[in-house]
């Protein structure tokens, strides 16, 4: 509880001290690092707040609140990123977040399972890899026809935006009927977390830290999205890389320490639970959502992607049923999905 305490009252003094640096017009730098941090941390609350909420549910109905609420400090800065014209940092930190979640920390999450096996082999339950692969495919489906769509600039390409938010319904409707059998499929296969009656957060106090935290998030949001455009230019870096590594790495910090934490405590089936919950929410809810709540925005976000994206996403999507569609892993396939990061990341800094 106490250290639990410690990290709360640490986040809070970043978030403060976000603040501060914004409204101080302090170097713009600083506060970008700064509120990139306290996203972080915000998105660690968000989850601590709603596994405790969770408690009162099945562990389905736990994973699915906080792969939702932990995207919030993504669905905020893609948001206020589209309201500033920044339309390519808020499409490569959709794109970002799902390859982060699908490659790098699945890769991590295999090797530190393989390393608990007797036989270095990751095993899991097959079901949710695969349905998984199966809504990915879908919404890689609706990317690769609307590229190919306006590369060679045929009818279809002057309604990119009509074609997305009918597409997006679709995703959003293939995603709710997937939902409700997951959910009422809800029970758990292994203990979602070891604590103690002392240590655990009570459902009152959860509800009020997870509405501050939420909230937290969208202020952050906005000074994050305010320091991007002056700290890019004075780091030298594109806004590509800023958006596929750097947000998409801050604001789905939870899922990525949760899921390689648990694996590496043996929980094979939650750690694969957690990350493929997230990369099938970012593909078929929270982008296709994004895409329709852009539609009252000056800036319209769609899925039209750059080839090198629509490639690592189909070629992402491909690795991802071929590595764990069979319910086991070895150690380097892991690191040959973290490799796949890697390259994509090296590509887009040159960019």
Not at 67 to 86: H, R
Not at 226 to 242: H, M, N, Q, R, Y
């Amino acid at each position: 509880m106490s250290r639990r305490n410690g990290v709360l009252a640490g986040v809070l003094v970043v978030t403060v001290a976000a603040g501060v640096l914004h409204f101080a017009d302090a170097e713009p730098v600083a506060t970008f690092v700064v509120a990139a941090v306290a996203l972080a941390g915000l998105a660690w609350v968000i989850s601590i707040a709603t596994e405790a909420i969770g408690e009162r549910f099945g562990p389905a109905i736990t994973g699915v609140l906080q792969s939702t609420l932990g995207n919030l400090p993504e669905l905020f800065i893609v948001l206020f990123a589209l309201s500033a014209g920044e339309v390519v940092v808020a499409k490569t930190s959709i794109v970002g977040s799902l390859l982060a979640n699908a490659l790098l920390v699945l890769g991590l999450a295999i090797v530190a399972g393989s390393q608990t096996s007797r036989d270095g082999f990751m095993r899991f339950q097959r079901r949710l890899p695969n349905d998984t692969a199966t809504l990915l495919m879908l919404a890689v489906f609706i990317i690769v026809m609307l590229g190919l769509s306006d590369t060679v600039g045929d009818r279809a390409s002057e309604h990119q935006v009509e074609i997305s938010a009918i597409g997006a319904v679709c995703l959003l409707a293939v995603y709710g009927a997937w939902l409700w059998g997951y959910l009422r499929s809800d029970r758990a296969v292994e203990p979602a977390m070891e604590a103690t009656p002392h240590g655990r957060l009570g459902f009152a106090p959860a509800i009020v830290l997870l509405a501050v935290a939420g909230v937290s998030a969208a202020l952050v949001s906005d000074w994050f999205v305010d320091a991007l455009d002056p700290a890019v230019e004075a780091l030298g870096i594109s806004k590509a890389f800023t958006g596929l590594v750097i947000v998409a790495i801050a604001g789905n910090a939870v899922e990525n320490v949760v899921g390689i934490t648990l694996a590496a405590k043996g929980q094979s089936d939650l750690a694969i639970s957690v990350v493929k919950n997230s990369v099938a929410q970012i593909a078929v809810f929270v982008f296709p959502a994004l895409v329709l709540l852009s539609l009252f925005l000056e800036h319209r976000l769609t899925f039209v992607l750059g080839p090198v994206y629509i490639g690592a996403l189909l070629l992402t999507a491909l690795a991802m049923w071929q590595i764990t569609g069979d319910g086991e892993a070895f150690a380097f396939e892991g690191w040959a999905l973290v490799a796949l990061y890697v390259i994509l990341a090296v590509l887009t800094w040159f960019e």
